[in-house]
């Protein structure tokens, strides 16, 4: 049974946590190397198949005695709140050499799967790129303690992939202007605030438990 609550919380947890990071370079990277509409598929593809993961990660944290299961959590959410407010408060010289760095990464492993003219190879190769930049990404990890947390895997499944899926159109269609105009050093200290929420009330229950 689909928890719309679960599916919204997940959706507004991700969405802001994954808006500055390497899903946003790396589909912009290749968006203006490739057709938009086959990154794009590959994209979701490799969203796909890494949420699935780590749903499935979580549903067995879940299995866990209460105390480990909170403890585990709140240890994912600490260090997803430090990841993201550190981001924020670096300067914006440090922000900018970051995402040239993400961006020459993702060239380089473009440039690693040979010619790619056809639609199979454009969403081929997006799918290995995404897949390997954002394996064990901050994304991932929520999201399997999420699952664990809220015991409804496909809800959050549905909010995560859907966050996901959203970002990466966003950098497809919109790319350079929105990073442009957005300041990604506030979105990162908004979603870092909010893990932080999630962390001191996992510990409370932890320690309730």
């Known amino acids: 049974m689909i928890d719309l609550a679960v599916v919204a ?17 790396a589909t912009l990277v290749l968006a203006s190397r490739y057709r938009h509409l086959w990154v794009w598929l590959g994209v979701a593809a490799a969203f796909f198949v890494q949420v699935l993961i780590a749903v499935t990660a979580g549903g067995l944290l879940a299995l866990l005695p209460q105390r480990l299961v909170l403890g585990l959590t709140f240890a ?39 010619e790619v003219t056809t639609p199979l190879r454009i969403v081929a190769t997006s799918f290995v ?11 991932q990890l929520l999201t ?21 899926l959203l970002v990466s159109g966003l950098a497809v269609l919109l790319g350079a202007a929105l990073r442009a105009r957005v300041a990604l050093w506030r979105i ?18 932890f320690v309730q438990a």
């Open 76 to 114: 994912l959410f600490a260090i997803g709140a430090v990841v993201l407010i550190r981001g924020g408060l670096a300067s914006r010289a440090a922000e900018l050499e970051a995402a040239q760095e993400e961006e020459r990464e993702v060239n380089e492993r473009a440039a690693g799967t040979g």
């Open 9 to 25: 919380a997940t959706f507004a947890l991700i969405f802001p946590a994954e808006l500055p990071d390497k899903t946003f370079i």
């Open 188 to 205: 990162r200290l908004v979603s870092g605030g909010i893990l932080t929420a999630l962390a001191v009330w996992t510990a409370i229950e």
């Open 129 to 139: 790129v995404l897949f390997t930049a954002e394996w064990g990404d901050l994304s």
């Open 144 to 164: 399997a303690g999420l699952a664990a947390r809220t015991d409804a895997p496909l809800s959050v499944f549905i909010g995560s992939w859907t966050a996901l």
